[in-house]
């Protein structure tokens, strides 16, 4: 299941390189905000933060919207600047929620942590290891959910406790795509940002979360199965067949073959 998601995630983004990359400059952009103007305001902290705070925001509305709109790529269609406005209109609450989510993970990394372990004592520890796992756990937990925002419920407290479920039942699997999203991102470093970027890990997550319900839809269909030997040969046969397989000349001159 991991390979063909990430040949179908690679093949999607390919098809669609110019879409990603204009998302991707848009991210960069809105990634301006809280990047480059709270330094400015370093005689202001109070301004400052205020001003990361609804930076984050922004990136995470522009992002929620992203994810609404790529989501049709991984059901192997495509999507427009209208379709991204129109998403834009709708994502926002959603873009909300996990900008403050984002933001409130930054406070307690740089503020709250270090304050507890500047305590120098068994408490101080406690807390320190307390919230840094609840954080591990959430940031584990909620990397799907603009995706499950974008596919499954657009009520935002039912889409955060799906987001949980998936992972308390999918733990080594929601690790690995932190994991492999780290890795994309590192990668995306080295071409500013603009492929794969913040738009191919927002597909690779989609393409996951929509491969992995196919496995609650075999397990609705048979009841009493062994949920720890999911026969993936079988559940992929026609997400397969669609997808196909493609050569290097393919790639670089698909009108050729």
Known sequence: MIG???KKTFFDLWDNLFRAALINLGFIASA?????????????PFMALILLCLGIIWCFIYLAAAALSLKAVSDYGSFGFADF????????????VAGLFVFTA????????????????????????IIFWTLVVG?????????????????????????FLIFFD???????SFLHNVVILAVSLFLALLFPGPAGILLYLDEALRLRLLKYDWLEANP??????????????????KTGTRSFKNFIFPWKD
């Not at 301006?32 to 202001?44: Q, R, T």
């Not at 068994?122 to 807390?127: A, N």
């Not at 940031?139 to 955060?160: G, H, T």
């Open 4 to 6: 063909f998601l990430i």
């Open 32 to 44: 301006a905000i809280p990047v480059l103007i709270p330094p400015l305001l370093d005689s202001v």
């Open 85 to 96: 406005f129109r998403n834009l209109k709708t994502a926002w609450p959603a873009g909300v």
């Open 106 to 129: 930054y406070l307690l990394i740089t503020l709250i942590i270090p304050f507890y372990l500047a305590m120098n004592s068994m408490v101080g520890l406690l807390f320190s290891a």
């Open 139 to 163: 940031v584990l937990s909620l990397q799907f959910f603009l995706p499950i925002r974008s596919r499954l419920d657009n009520k935002i407290p039912r889409a955060i406790k799906k987001s």
């Open 170 to 176: 999918n733990p080594l699997f929601c690790v690995f």
């Open 224 to 241: 009493g199965a062994n949920r720890r030997k999911i026969p993936w040969e079988v559940i992929l046969i026609e997400e397969q067949e």
